[in-house]
């Protein structure tokens, strides 16, 4: 054990009339939310990233956070990793995420970093057995190391998408080797900053090579979990290829991968596309490429992404209704890709973080359950588009009816097809009877 957390207790579920700030109010991880344990729905994940390898910098100052274990080299790593593993067990968190630059010091070589990636798969192979925490998911950062400036397998340079493949299989190894449900490939600088020096047809053509030969490596190792790409639109980057979820679909429906890759959601991504997380939620379900999600907020007042710890229960409810409706999760989870205001610099904050997250989890979850137990609402819905289950509008649905014929309908039974209400503001009344 370290001292880091020294003189803090495992966080216990006390009930919503407690005011011990370190405890949870919401999250029962054992209470029966439709039919399973709450914890099965939510399965939470801590990302390694924010809470440990983050220094609390922004665009503007550097480090705010002063860790024990910033140093660098492996000594540090493994210190870094018995900190990680203490905090999520003051959590009772099951999984954890992490990138490969997360946990290892970058070697002089690739054969270096590799060889000092696999002395930590040994520590976690260790703590994963002594804690119970398992790894939701890997994957590899292929974005902050100068080479990938110009993208890892969109990169106009051949020998850089021969890197960023070997750490990829380096790090897929890792992921299989200590029971990863998922990977993900995120592509963080997977984009162009202008046109002027852009072939935007062969670098979309290099990545869908790229996720097709990850694709036959996941089957050629046996892995089981699902590969994910978690769509972003910009920053850093003016334009990336996996904008959102629709735009990763149309990608995966192009290049015939749309069988094998899900999507990894992350709230404050799809706000940065102009969107809610519940439409993203909602639009990978329609296409049936829903995985995970990665869950945290922006700062509204602020146009890049702040990855700011989840408290805005509606937002979270909807995103979870719409998770529920979906069947829930089968490999993803919830992990917080959140990270403490560069001004929070102790060691309880980053449970004051996690606990205010997952209680704000649980109240959404709950919600959202309270809204299918109801039924109203999924009634409305059904009621709106009962049209449909008729025997006409079917057969112009399973495209049995030619164009000509439904407008000789039209005219022969003289239809004039009145509006109906969308009863917005009723719906919003509704939803608010539950959050």
């Known amino acids: ?67 024990p274990w910033f140093g660098g080299d492996m000594d540090d790593a493994r210190l870094k990793a018995d900190v990680a593993f203490e905090l999520f067990t003051l959590l009772d968190a099951p999984y954890f995420c992490f990138h490969d630059a997360d ?24 703590k994963i057995a002594e804690t119970g925490t398992k790894l939701l998911w890997g994957t590899a950062n292929l974005f902050s190391n100068r080479r990938f400036m ?9 020998d850089v998408f021969a890197y960023a493949a070997a750490t990829i299989k380096a790090n897929m190894d890792v992921t299989h080797r200590l029971g990863g449900e998922n990977y993900v490939l995120w592509g963080g600088r997977e984009g162009y900053e202008t046109l002027l020096n852009t072939r935007v047809g062969q670098e979309m053509d290099q990545m869908a090579r790229m996720l097709s030969m990850v694709v036959d490596y996941k089957h050629k190792i046996g892995f089981e979990g699902a590969i994910l790409i978690e769509p972003k639109p910009q920053e850093p980057a003016k334009h990336q290829y996996d904008y959102d979820v629709s735009t990763v679909y149309g990608f995966l429906k192009k ?51 702040t990855d700011q710890f989840p408290n805005n229960v509606p937002e979270v409810a909807l995103a979870y209704y719409h998770i529920l409706k979906a069947g829930g999760f089968t490999t993803g989870g919830t992990n917080f890709d959140s990270k ?19 209680d704000t989890c649980a109240r959404g979850l709950k919600a959202a359950a309270a809204i299918i137990e109801d039924g109203t609402y999924d009634k409305f819905l059904e009621e709106r588009y009962a049209g449909w289950n008729g025997k006409e ?13 439904i407008a000789a309908r039209v005219e022969t039974d003289d239809l004039d097809p009145q509006p109906r209400s969308g009863r917005q503001e009723y719906l919003e009344n509704l939803i608010n009877r539950f959050v």
């Open 1 to 67: 054990m370290t001292d880091f957390f020294k003189g803090l207790t495992p966080a216990k579920y006390e009930g919503p009339e407690s005011t011990n700030p370190l405890a949870f109010r919401h999250y029962n991880p054992d209470e029966i939310v439709l039919g399973k344990p709450m914890k099965e729905h939510l399965r939470f994940a801590v990302a390694y990233w924010h809470s440990f390898a983050w220094e609390g910098g922004d665009p503007f100052g550097g480090r705010t956070f002063d860790r």
């Open 255 to 305: 290049y015939g991968l749309e069988k094998e890759v899900k999507v990894n959601i992350e709230v404050g991504h799809a706000i940065l596309a102009g969107h809610t997380f519940e439409h993203e939620v909602a639009m990978a379900s329609a296409h049936g490429i829903f995985g995970s999600i990665d869950m945290n907020r922006n700062d509204y007042q602020s146009g890049w992404d």
């Open 340 to 358: 403490l205001r560069r001004q929070s610099i102790d060691p309880e904050d980053l449970l004051h973080g996690h606990i205010g997250g997952m």
């Open 393 to 405: 509008a079917q057969a112009m649905l399973k495209g049995e009816r030619s164009l000509e014929e």
């Open 150 to 158: 110009s993208g890892a397998a969109t990169n106009p340079d051949p």
């Open 103 to 126: 946990v290892r010091p970058e070697g002089e070589s690739y054969a270096k970093s590799v060889k000092r990636l696999n002395k930590l798969a040994d520590i976690f192979e260790e």
